[in-house]
């Protein structure tokens, strides 16, 4: 389903977003993934027309005044104590997501999409791991989502005109108890795969080759926005060449992300490296203020949307 946007708005262009996410980590897609691209291809095929629109457009100016401060639904949406449901609190609203200008990177394209009936997508790593080692591998699945991918558009005369990708965003909302476990099963899974090996085939000089990569997954901190929240950094190592033994001419990755859950919403961030910067840069850590802080903007945001409200 196609969101209308106005000016004000983000613009819809999943494809961008979707290649950015599948190029983090190139390897061959597991079942799970593939059932899960599967549901959600219907919709994105007709979103994949706004792509061609946008990649001739100017970028989407962004607004300078951000919200600040506590935020909560108007009076007449608060719940009841008993945390039924009020008519209304279902869809998710924009403004319960992250603006760019509560970002560390400024950005100047904000892309969008919303769904229904969609998984909850943390690390496809860590998801695979778990099935290989038994612990429950289909990922709960959301009522309703929203997502968001924001991206610095380099200037014409610089060769990168589709811009550095900046953040992605998704936001779900689940039933109660869902919500709740997730983290009860992260803290499994991650206990699991604290370091998994991973043998997969990988296009590199010369042609395909098999490749054998470490990744290990530690909580660098936890509770610290919303109701429950921990910051998740995996690391991956070089890859080897599983036929010579010697490895690739590649660094090793870390990847970071938030969870954060403020009632029946919980939000999956992945940052650039280098928040804080000018640009976003692979070679600069964002540090630890600007991902608590990034965490804490999140929650004052979902309160917006969540049940119970904040």
């Known amino acids: ?29 597991e079942p799970a993934e593939i059932r899960a691209r599967a549901r959600r291809r219907s919709r994105r095929t007709a979103l994949a027309a706004a792509t061609a629109v946008l990649a001739v457009l100017s970028g989407f100016a962004v607004a300078a ?16 104590s008993n945390g039924a449901e009020p008519a209304g609190r279902a869809e998710i609203p924009q403004e319960a997501l992250l ?51 924001l991206l610095q558009r380099a200037a014409p005369d610089q060769d990168q005109p589709a811009g550095l990708w900046v953040l992605t965003q998704d936001v ?12 009860v099963d992260l803290t499994a899974t991650m206990a699991a795969c604290d370091t998994w090996h991973e043998s997969r085939p990988m296009q590199w000089v010369g042609g395909a080759v098999t490749v054998s990569v470490t990744h290990t997954w530690r909580a660098a901190s936890g509770n610290f926005a919303g109701d429950q929240a921990v910051v998740l950094q995996r690391t991956s190592s070089t890859p080897v060449d599983v036929a010579t033994g010697k490895p ?58 969540a049940n119970p409200a904040c």
């Open 1 to 29: 389903m196609l969101d209308d946007h106005d000016v004000d708005q983000p613009t819809d262009l999943t494809f961008a977003e979707r290649m950015r996410r599948d190029l983090r980590d190139v390897r061959w897609l």
């Open 65 to 80: 005044g951000g919200r600040a401060g506590h935020l909560a639904p108007p009076a007449g949406q608060r719940l009841s």
């Open 99 to 149: 603006d760019p200008t509560e970002v560390g990177v400024p950005s100047n394209v904000r892309l969008g999409d919303s769904g229904l009936q969609e998984p909850v997508r943390i690390d496809p790593l860590l998801q695979s791991c778990a099935g290989e080692r038994g612990l429950a591998a289909e990922p709960p699945v959301s009522r309703y989502s929203r997502s968001q991918t």
């Open 172 to 183: 779900y909302r689940l039933p109660p108890r869902a919500a709740t476990r997730l983290f």
């Open 248 to 305: 690739l001419d590649l660094q090793p990755s870390t990847e970071t992300l938030l969870l954060v859950r403020v009632g029946d919403l919980v939000t999956v961030i992945v940052p650039a490296s280098g928040l804080g910067f000018d640009l976003p840069a692979a070679d600069r850590r964002t540090g630890d203020t600007e991902l608590l802080e990034l965490g804490r903007a999140a929650a004052r945001r979902m309160c917006l949307a």
